[in-house]
């Protein structure tokens, strides 16, 4: 059996390549942590607000939308949290446009189900979960905007292949299934690829797609995200047991669905999506 080479990644080359675009951007790789989302939070309200990537090999604590655990071992995910002042005009659609850039930069098979996962097939690929906070001396409230950390999770390989590789042991817990939908592996779509890898390929990507938020906000974002739409023309339960067709996102991001009483305007904040087939 093939053993695994240590983890290599690209901080000085990332750091190079960001830099210019976002001044006095910092690239961090820790060996473990309880979450790197978390832990952005907890320096930007310590007075730490410094544009920074930070990537854990392992996480112990990661977490998703509505408190969902996001399990992260080794080298069979990608963990990582970007974190920056940013004063966008509506936050609506930010999660978006986060992951139209990571979708974009790793593969054209990627979809992107609202508001924040991205999908391989019908199955789940990764997440993005956005935080804020009151940036330094409640800055904010004069204009300099808030502390955003957007936190990414992808699967690259299963756990128990991985384990395998390095250790010739048979058993491992995979990453469980999200709401009954078994996961993907970013392997199947780019064989071979490894986190470091996939880090390269999305962080500037991403960074870009953040500033060009918070200047024009979603709508140019609109039809490239209709693009890799997964709920486009899907039934969909709401949270609240109203059913409906799926029609698109509008220009601020808002789902749209028709449902018996109308087409109704869905924010991130107000419900969870489901497939009604139970996807």
Do not use: C
Request: glycine share 12%; hydrophobic share 45%; charged share 15%.
């Amino acid at each position: 059996m093939t053993a695994i080479s240590p983890l290599r990644w690209p901080a000085e080359a990332l750091w190079q390549a960001i830099d210019p675009i976002l001044p006095g951007f910092t690239v961090e790789v820790l060996p473990q942590i309880d979450s790197t989302s978390s832990e952005l939070m907890r320096r930007a309200r310590a007075g730490l607000a410094a544009p920074t990537l930070l990537v854990a090999e392992e996480q112990t604590a990661g977490h998703g939308r509505m408190g969902r655990g996001w399990r992260s071992s080794g080298q069979a995910s990608l963990t990582f949290s970007l974190g920056l002042a940013l004063n966008p005009a509506d936050w609506q659609g930010l999660s978006l446009a986060a992951g139209l850039a990571v979708a974009e930069s790793l593969h054209e098979g990627i979809a992107l189900k609202w508001p924040n996962d991205l999908w391989q097939q019908g199955r789940k690929l990764g997440g993005i979960l956005i935080e804020t906070t009151a940036l330094p001396g409640g800055a904010d409230a004069g204009g300099a905007g808030r502390y955003v950390v957007i936190g990414i999770g992808l699967n690259i390989a299963p756990a128990q292949q991985v384990l395998q590789a390095l250790t010739h042991e048979p058993d491992a817990p995979d990453a469980p299934a999200v709401s009954g939908v078994p996961p993907a592996w970013l392997q199947s779509l780019l064989p071979g690829i490894t986190a470091p890898a996939a880090l390269e390929r999305v962080a500037l990507p991403l960074v870009r797609a953040v500033q060009a938020f918070a200047h024009v906000g979603f709508a140019p974002f609109e039809a490239r995200f209709a693009a890799r739409d997964a709920l486009a023309g899907q039934t969909v339960r709401l949270s609240d047991g109203t059913q409906g067709q799926a029609e698109g996102v509008d220009a601020t991001g808002a789902l749209r669905v028709r449902t018996a009483a109308g087409v109704q305007r869905i924010t991130s904040g107000e419900i969870s999506v489901r497939l009604a087939t139970g996807a």
